[in-house]
């Protein structure tokens, strides 16, 4: 279903009415982590005055360590639903477990996300595969391309084809940063499938200083977006504060790549 041969045109995904697909890139951006509600106004406002069309932000969050802050959760996205309300903002979210699927519905959460140590938690696929809701697939850390394109496989045979694919990085022998941005990936899924396929610099890099680099090589690539950490005051933020931008930062990265996506 997700192979190109299946469906030659590019699918463009609405996103209560937002489109992402084809030439239409959108970036998403946000905090890493919800963590309080005037954070979330705050965030919800930077996003807005960016340009940026879709937030992002976790409210259940997949740490190394179990002593990590895990997320505020169900109440997470009720601050974040609150926040985005006033912008109209679409939200992002991702979603860990099964059982958080109906939470999910309740919230109305727009993008359900499938984090990279999820891609191939094939129970939890074939559950998001049954609702209709747009779902962003990160890659596995250390997972192929024809693995990435069979858990897709898996969302889309339960009837869910609402499937945007999210590089994000992958485990290489190098330590000086966080992963490695697989820039190869975006031209070759774009061969393979008919799917929106954004990048997450972020992640992939793992520093604020290399976001507007990666990103710019991903529009430039043919990625159709972005997913993006940014926080009102990142050296306060609770996870994964070295990667993200301040708000003027991801202002200026928008003018930027506006200049790329009208070049290519
Ligand atoms: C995230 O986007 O917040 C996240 C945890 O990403 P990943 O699954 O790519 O590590
Ligand atoms: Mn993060």
């Not at 996103?15 to 919800?44: F, H, K, R, W, Y």
């Not at 858990?151 to 992963?179: D, L, P, Q, V």
């Amino acid at each position: 279903i997700v192979s190109r041969e299946s469906h030659k045109q590019d699918t463009i995904i609405d996103i209560g009415g937002i489109p992402l697909g084809g030439n239409q890139i959108q970036i998403i951006a946000g905090p890493c982590s919800v963590e309080t509600q005037e954070q979330m106004d705050l965030s919800a406002q930077f996003v807005h005055e960016a340009g940026c069309r879709l937030m992002r932000g976790g409210a259940f969050k997949p740490r190394t360590s179990p002593y990590a802050f895990q997320g505020h959760g169900a109440e997470g996205l009720d601050m974040f639903r609150k926040a985005a309300e006033k912008y109209k903002l679409p939200i992002v979210t991702e979603l860990m477990d099964a059982r958080q699927l109906d939470t999910f519905l309740e919230y109305d959460v727009d993008v359900i996300q499938i984090g990279t140590r999820n891609m191939q938690n094939f129970d939890l696929l074939k559950e998001v595969g049954r609702c209709n809701k747009p779902v962003i697939l990160k890659r596995g850390m250390s997972a192929t391309i024809s693995e990435w394109l069979m858990a897709a496989e898996y969302i889309a045979a339960g009837g869910n084809h609402n499937i945007i694919f999210c590089e994000r990085g992958i485990r290489t022998f190098e330590t000086y940063y966080r992963n490695v941005l697989d820039v190869t990936a975006i031209p070759v899924l774009k061969k393979e499938t008919h799917l929106p396929v954004i990048v997450d610099p972020s992640h992939a890099g793992g520093k604020a200083w290399m976001v507007a680099a990666l990103s710019q090589a991903a529009v430039a690539a043919g990625a159709d977006g972005l997913l993006v950490e940014m926080h009102p005051s990142p050296c306060d933020a609770w996870c994964d504060a070295d990667q993200a931008l301040t708000p003027q930062e991801l202002k200026k990265l928008m003018g930027t790549l506006s200049a790329i996506a009208g070049a290519v």
